[in-house]
């Protein structure tokens, strides 16, 4: 077990541009094994297009142009294959993406994909990636039936274990409740705290007081700048910065 | 005026001119039914012709057809859907591949007939095939590419992005992301386009005229490099070059071949429903 402060990402220097727009401007943090950080900022502060660049998924646009460092482990990410940087940095998406298959070849798929045939295995993957994410008594009884005949919350579950499913370190959340009631909201943050235990989780979120309840530490970002970064209870409390407190108490954005 | 009475106005001109677009389908079929569904027998599917053609059946013409339609899928939806699939997945939007999308689009309205002179300029005289049925399935799938490409690229389109995302975010590569995230989403759509192509095939006659169309072979073809008679080439042959033919002869071989075309449109039809009931998003 890595101890609680060893940095499983650092980040250096990091701009990302889309064609003449900067989404995120010489970034620099570091992210330590099992905690939760939760990122919080106004609409186009470039919260996505940081968690987009930890997974590498934000080179699929054609103008995107990129500077500066990710270490993962001390390893370059570019330097990585994407596929395999992919399997190990998870993402949940904002709306709850499952796809049009049975719940259990929803979870099944990336080990599928990956190559594991076996369907014990497979069966095994499956029923632990349901409980991991708090899902498996509410599906077991109808793992064949199509995933998207369940609810928001529990799609977006689904999504939890079919990343879960890759055994991944880390696992960004990009908004992941911003489509779901109370109820479900508070069912994955349950996971996420549960999962932190094992996982580096990156939680960009538009809800203050989820950051506030799930982070351990929050990164405040303002039109793709960092503008402050400390352990959550700091800057809830006692903010350094007059921006982070006008944002937290719900002065802009 | 009222506007309720505005409305029924509205309501009836909008209704007429749907029953203008059916009313002459309606008349077509039911002349081609009336006249000629004497004229149907098992006899007339499954015999040859006899007494240049004013006796006996169409059977060659029937096979030739099938035979035709079939090998032209065999060339075109494979080449059709990989163009699509590099269209739609892979090829950034630059001026070389935005002409090439208006190229297919431009294609798909050229007129049969040049289609028909391709084949023979390209298949039956440089490439040495003759007049076959090699060459004529190839033309014919020359001429469905445009259709099957445009088909297929809508399809490939209307998979939602975030079935990329997802899948490449699970560290499948993008190969791995359009086989197994995309295309089998995208499959009924391109059957669908692929099917009502080969229909649109089978009736025509101008791309078979030249590349294959026998005008009187009472025999089936023996290899891909044999002559054979084709249904629309036929139904023109006895409706214009036969004195003393039987109207319901004329008739009832025009059936038969609006009769397969049908059954294509219907077999698409399923085909979809089937599978989109399966691959639902
Ligand atoms: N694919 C893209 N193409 C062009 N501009 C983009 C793209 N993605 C993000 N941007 C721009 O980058 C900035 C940051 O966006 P984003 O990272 O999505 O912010 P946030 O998630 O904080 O709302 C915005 O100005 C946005 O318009
Ligand atoms: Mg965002």
Redesign the interface.
Known sequence: MVTQTASKIIVKQLSIWFGKVQALKELSLQIHSSEILSVIGPANSGKTSFLRQL?R?NE?E?NFRVSGEVLLDGEDIQKLS???????V??I?A?P?V??MSIYDNVS??PR??GIKNRGVLDGIVEESLEASFLWDEVKQRLKESA?KLSGGQQQRL?IS??LA?RPEVILFDEPCSGLDPVSTAKVEESMLKLKENYTIILVTNNTKQAARVGDRSAFFLMGELIEFDKTQKIFTAPADKRTEEYILGKFG | MRTTTKQKIAFSVLFLSTLMVILPVVFVLGTIIKNGWQGISWEFLTSMPRDGMRQGGIYPAIVGTVYLVSLSIVFSLPIGVMAAIYLNEYARDNLLTRLIRLAIVNLAGVSSVVYGLFGLALFVTFMKFGVSILSGALTLAIMNLPVIITASRESLANVPYQFREVSLSLGLSRWQTIRHSVLPFAIPGILTGAILSLARAAGETAPILFTVAAFYLPKLPASIFDQAMALPYHLYIISTQIPNIAVKTRYATAMVLVGISFTMNIFAVIIRSRLRKKKKW
């Open positions: 997974n998924l699929l054609a994407p596929e395999i940087l992919r399997k190990n998870g993402m998406f709306l993406q796809l049009p798929y990336g994909m990956h998207t999504c079919r990343t890759l």
